[in-house]
């Protein structure tokens, strides 16, 4: 149980391109889901936090036109990468918190994104 | 805020040997502890958490965590390590936010087993 997909799991796109990233809790739903963003060898930085049926809470520094997120149901919540560039290549990864249950999230298994 | 900090960015251990990753953190108020795995080409995977009671918590994969809240540290351990654990280990923090839960990762500890 608990499972959380991302599809696309590699995406390589054009620079000024935009790039829609899906995160799917399979067998639970979830109000709430997270998006991090993981540069290599380095920890993961929370992005934003997805609440269903309402706008995302970015963290400082976080450009929220530029990664817009959009929770539109109770299992998906859409992550899209607007004009990208390659500075934007990175490993995208969500999580989603089970619903009644503010304890544990569970993650995907993350979608590298490269920018050429 | 929160904060968590991993002394330990790679450590090398014995197939067989026993394990402790050290995990510092940094929290106002109790805080809410996790232990999360990653290996090349999968997400995370939760191993343990703790909320509160016994301050050792048991977990998957043969692992267990103490949470020792003078020393504000929450410490993984394992007897005896299997190559099969060779990976990324990350210590985290979670905060209540306006009902759902912030979580902090640390930066991570690379776990490598030579046989």
């Known amino acids: 149980g608990a499972v959380v997909s991302q599809h696309p799991s590699w995406v390589i796109c054009k620079s000024g391109t935009s790039v829609k990233i899906e995160c799917r809790s399979l067998?639970?739903?979830?109000?709430?889901m997270f998006w991090y963003r993981q540069f290599p060898k380095q920890s993961l930085m929370l992005m934003a936090t997805?609440?269903?049926?309402?706008?995302?809470?970015?963290e400082q520094g976080v450009e929220k036109d530029k990664f817009l997120i959009n929770h539109a149901s109770l299992t998906l919540s859409t992550l899209t990468v607007t004009s990208a560039h390659p500075e934007d290549s990175s490993f995208y990864i969500c999580?989603?918190?089970?619903?009644?249950?503010?304890?544990?999230?569970?993650f995907g298994p993350g979608t590298r994104l490269t920018v050429l | 805020a929160q904060s968590v900090t991993q002394p330990d960015i790679h450590i090398t251990v014995s197939e067989g040997a026993s394990l402790e990753l050290r995990c510092n953190y940094s929290?106002?108020?109790?805080?809410?502890l996790f232990w999360y795995v990653q290996s090349p080409g999968q997400g995370l995977q939760l191993l343990l958490k703790?909320?509160?009671?016994?301050?050792l918590v048991q977990g998957i994969k043969g692992f267990e965590a103490e949470f020792k809240r003078s020393q504000s540290s929450f410490n993984l351990r394992k007897p005896s390590v299997h190559w099969s654990d060779a990976a990324e280990y990350f210590c985290?923090?979670?905060?209540?936010?306006?009902?759902?839960?912030?979580?902090?990762f640390g930066t991570g500890t690379k776990l490598q087993v030579i046989p």
């Open positions: 999580s989603a918190e089970p619903s009644g249950s503010a304890d544990t999230q569970y």
């Open positions: 985290a923090v979670g905060a209540d936010s306006g009902g759902y839960q912030k979580v902090t």
């Open positions: 997805s609440n269903e049926g309402s706008k995302a809470t970015y």
């Open positions: 067998d639970f739903q979830a109000t709430t």
């Open positions: 929290y106002g108020a109790t805080p809410y």
């Open positions: 703790y909320f509160s009671g016994d301050t």
